[in-house]
T-cell receptor, first 114, second 111 residues
Framework: SQQGEEDPQALSIQEGENATMNCSYK?????LQWYRQNSGRGLVHLIL?????REKHSGRLRVTLDTSKKSSSLLITASRAADTASYFC??????????????FGSGTRLQVQP | KAGVTQTPRYLIKTRGQQVTLSCSPI?????VSWYQQTPGQGLQFLFE???????NKGNFPGRFSGRQFSNSRSEMNVSTLELGDSALYLC??????????FGSGTQLSVL
């Protein structure tokens, strides 16, 4: 089963525009992470936000977390064609046995047109 | 520092066969996780190993198994392959509670 659900499933924008992706999850989390995947390749970690944080920035990336609504958003500013990829949110739940599995959402496919 | 290495990159098998995939984590990482990715089901957690012990397991049949060696390298095995096992199998390593570093994956095709 998937903890996180991304919205939209697909997004097409022009270079220079901003891209916003949303993620909703169901249970309490230790942290929430965003990953990027180029077609058929491994995932690359973008940013991690802990449950006690509300906003985090990394370069052109801005992530927000609202634990009361169990949701997060990823904003990519001034997008480039090279940002074309699938983006996944992943939730990290801390259970009795220690670190549990990182559960991934269904992903947003971003297409940035040059 | 070398990244996570998965071998082989591509694999073609027939139904009923078994397969073993290998993963070498980043030096110093003792946690290794395996994921299956398919277009229909997305990324699904298979299992996680830490210091040679399986710490967590996803909802997969017993045909899927794994192990971790003392040098933290990990293998996963799928026996009696089915068509539905065709997928990209991703391995990731990490420090405890931190972000995952993924390998490029093994693309398995079952004919």
């Amino acid at each position: 089963s998937q903890q996180g659900e991304e919205d939209p499933q697909a997004l097409s924008i022009q270079e220079g525009e901003n891209a916003t992706m949303n993620c909703s999850y169901k249970t309490s989390i230790n942290n929430l992470q965003w990953y990027r995947q180029n077609s058929g390749r491994g995932l690359v970690h973008l940013i991690l936000i802990r449950s006690n944080e509300r906003e985090k920035h990394s370069g052109r990336l801005r992530v927000t977390l609202d634990t009361s609504k169990k949701s997060s958003s990823l904003l990519i500013t001034a997008s480039r064609a090279a940002d074309t990829a699938s983006y996944f949110c992943a939730t990290d739940e801390l259970g009795d046995t220690g670190r549990r599995a990182l559960t991934f959402g269904s992903g947003t496919r971003l297409q940035v047109q040059p | 520092k070398a990244g996570v290495t998965q071998t082989p990159r591509y694999l073609i098998k027939t139904r009923g066969q078994q397969v073993t995939l290998s993963c070498s984590p980043i030096s110093g990482h003792r946690s290794v996780s395996w994921y299956q990715q398919t277009p229909g089901q997305g990324l699904q957690f298979l299992f996680e190993y830490f210091s040679e012990t399986q710490r967590n397991k996803g909802n997969f049949p017993g045909r899927f198994s794994g192990r971790q060696f003392s040098n933290s390298r990990s293998e996963m095995n799928v026996s009696t392959l089915e068509l539905g096992d065709s997928a990209l199998y991703l391995c990731a390593s990490s420090l405890p509670g931190e972000k995952l570093f993924f390998g490029s994956g093994t693309q398995l095709s079952v004919l």
